[in-house]
């Protein structure tokens, strides 16, 4: 059990620009979330994978948001045209039963 | 929609004294889960301590206990014989048990910096 693992831990991009985060679940565990925390606060959920199948999005979830997970594997999430305000750390996380498993997050800044 | 709200956005607490975190909720479920998770800085979030909904004892794990009250609604976290690793962030969740399409879904409180003093 090597545990959730996200990359790039950091990722600094210039408003407009497109960035792609990447999840690589626990291999066992097959359901997979997305969540966003902004400084000071708690995660928001974001979406939920359940395999390959994409169950659940938030509202937070803009169109410039996609995410997906092929094969029921690692998960991409993307965001397209990127805003200052999407400046946030991308939490993902597995299970199989509760509890979850977290990653260490990618922080992006949108400059 | 459930709601998590933690009302102490800071607390700080002498090494080796006890300290509790405050955490309400509302929801119109009855079949829930509570946690109690711990961010360090720059650090992934930990699970402390969780509590079924159903169970009417409240959970202990170690020097972390919770005082679940079901039908106030709330859930707070006690730290006995603190550390200074307990420093952290700590974030009060819900989820509820119903199964569907959210099943797992944790909705947080705004967390609680703890800062313990040596």
């Known amino acids: 059990d090597t545990g959730v693992s996200q990359n790039p831990r950091h990722k600094i991009t210039k408003r407009g620009q497109n960035v792609t985060f990447r999840c690589d679940p626990i291999?066992?565990?097959?359901?997979l979330y997305w969540y966003r925390q902004t400084l000071g606060q708690g995660p928001e959920f974001l979406t939920y994978f359940q395999n390959e199948a994409q169950l659940e999005k938030s509202r937070l979830l803009s169109d410039r948001f996609s995410a997906e997970r092929p094969k029921g594997s690692f998960s991409t999430l993307e965001i397209q045209r990127t805003e200052q305000g999407d400046s946030a750390m991308y939490l993902c996380?597995?299970?199989?039963?509760?509890?979850?498993?977290f990653g260490s997050g990618t922080r992006l800044t949108v400059v | 929609a459930q709601t998590v709200t933690q009302s102490q956005p800071e607390m700080s607490v002498q090494e080796a004294e006890t300290v509790t975190l405050s955490c309400t909720y509302d929801?119109?479920?009855?079949?829930?889960?509570l946690f109690w998770y711990k961010q360090p800085p720059s650090r992934q979030m930990i699970l402390v301590i969780r509590?079924?909904?159903?169970?009417?004892q409240n959970a202990t794990e170690n020097r972390f206990s919770v005082n679940f009250q079901k039908a106030a609604k709330s859930f707070s976290l006690k730290i006995s014989d603190s550390q200074l690793g307990d420093a952290a962030m700590y974030f009060c969740a819900y989820r509820s048990n119903a199964g569907g399409t959210s099943y797992g879904k944790l909705t947080f409180g705004q967390g609680t910096i703890l800062t313990v003093h040596p």
């Open positions: 291999s066992e565990h097959n359901r």
């Open positions: 509590q079924e909904a159903y169970k009417q």
């Open positions: 929801t119109s479920e009855s079949d829930y889960y």
């Open positions: 996380a597995s299970s199989e039963n509760s509890p979850y498993s």
